[in-house]
């Protein structure tokens, strides 16, 4: 079975940036929908990006402008770009798969914005 292994979660300073990569062990197919979702402490998990086979991306509302979702189909491969960190995008930061035949986790990543 694909499992999704997500890094480059860690301590940050208020404003500055991190990109999370999130890779498959198995091939994703294009009709695949992956995305990024995040829980911070004691509230429950939330949409942060989406991006399709082809490109299409849809973001939460107030990322927008901030974070970057992408993905490198070769490599079976997605990223958030987050930048203007602040305190209050501290959260685990998860990565999913999505179609037809079911969905996938991976185990989160931690980002932690402080001074």
């Known amino acids: 079975q694909v499992q999704l292994v997500e890094s480059g979660g860690g301590l940050v300073q208020p404003g500055g940036s991190l990109r999370l990569s999130c890779a498959a062990s198995?091939?994703?197919?294009?009709?695949?929908?992956m995305g990024w979702y995040r829980q911070a402490p004691g509230k429950q998990r939330e949409l942060v990006a989406t991006i399709t086979g082809s490109g299409n991306t849809n973001y939460v509302d107030s990322l927008k402008g901030r974070f970057t979702i992408s993905r490198h189909n070769a490599k079976n491969t997605v990223y958030l770009q987050m930048n203007s960190l602040k305190p209050e995008d501290t959260a685990v930061y998860y990565c999913?798969?999505?179609?037809?035949?079911?969905?996938?986790w991976g185990q989160g990543t931690q980002v932690t914005v402080s001074s």
């Open positions: 198995g091939f994703i197919s294009s009709r695949t929908v």
């Open positions: 999913n798969s999505r179609n037809p035949i079911g969905e996938l």
